[in-house]
């Protein structure tokens, strides 16, 4: 089984769940299932009932109490380690900005046997900075050096301005005194979630100027972001006033618009794109949506990750989808399929070429 490099995950919960607890971890919305229905009768619910009782030696599709009864028997630890171990991925890249009690990348590296790398979320870094500083000089050079020391050690950086703003920022850098004056009216809050457009656009131009990667949320998520705000073409004037850095960019996730990311991936060479959580919550379209990507991303270009957070599962069920959509079924019969379909017209490379880049080799080379 050829091994993944996740590029984009979360860490997991350490306690053992509820139903509830589980079911919120396997939706978007932040509010539970409405009276009589379940999260479990979802794309995702699916495939994690399809793929993963059998690793607690119960039948696919067992009824859900069944199998997080079993789940709570062996203990989160042990759960964890049996999942993370059978996704099969090598190196994982873990955004450390999300709140709660998650296991940190040194943690989910022992628990998988795995390697870990940090990916640093420019919010929360401003915002820790912000909850210590006294004026608008302290925070930005304070904020600076914590930026150049993670631009040394982390693989990369991440911005959710998508949904502190939206995607839609003038291009250009903040002048010095626009970012004093916007600190003067943040500081004074302690810390508290900085949705400044020009606090956002310094962050973004402060993590694009190490040259390190810059991962940007587009597409999909949770209601705290506006959907038409998350369309990867507003970054399109972004894109190319941060060219002259070198910096690369990452598009994630990017679903409904995975052909507008695709395009800026074929145009721009530093963009980069992925699909993330969009494969396990397509569940059993995650062959065709993967095709559609990669209608115009050119294969060098496109990454995989699983973007998992929380449930262990999550790990291999993102794993196991892409190594089925990317597969060969569609190979040799006219292209259906993902990796198979660049090779059914006869035109594309061999499909493990592509998994190999997609899978790890493209992360490996620009994360590097």
Known sequence: MPQLVDHHCHGIVREDLTRAGFEAYLTESPDPAPPGTSFFDTQLGFAVRRFCPPLLGLDPHCDPDVYLQERTKLGAEEVARRFL???GIAEFYVDTGLPGDLTTPQELAGLSGATAREIVRLEHLAERTAAAAKDPAEFLAVLDGRITQAARTAAGFKSVV????????????????????ALARWLPTG????????????????????????????????PDLR????????????IEAVRPTRCTLVLLHCYPYHRQAGYLAQVYPHVYADLGLTLSHTGARATAVLAEMLELTPFGKLLFSTDAYGLPELYLVGAHLFRVAGGPPACGR???????GARGAGRGPPPDRVRDLVGAGNARRIYA
């Open 191 to 222: 810390g508290a979630r900085v949705t400044d457009p020009v606090l956002l656009r310094h962050l973004l131009w402060s993590a694009a100027r190490t040259g390190r990667p810059l991962q940007l949320h587009t597409g999909f998520g949770d």
């Open 162 to 181: 998508a949904y502190r703003h939206g995607l839609d920022l003038p291009p250009e850098p903040p002048g010095r005194r626009a970012v004093e004056d």
């Open 334 to 340: 006219g292209g259906g399929g993902g990796a198979g």
């Open 227 to 238: 959907l038409h705000r998350a369309d990867p073409l507003l970054l399109t004037e972004f």
């Open 85 to 87: 171990g059978a996704a």
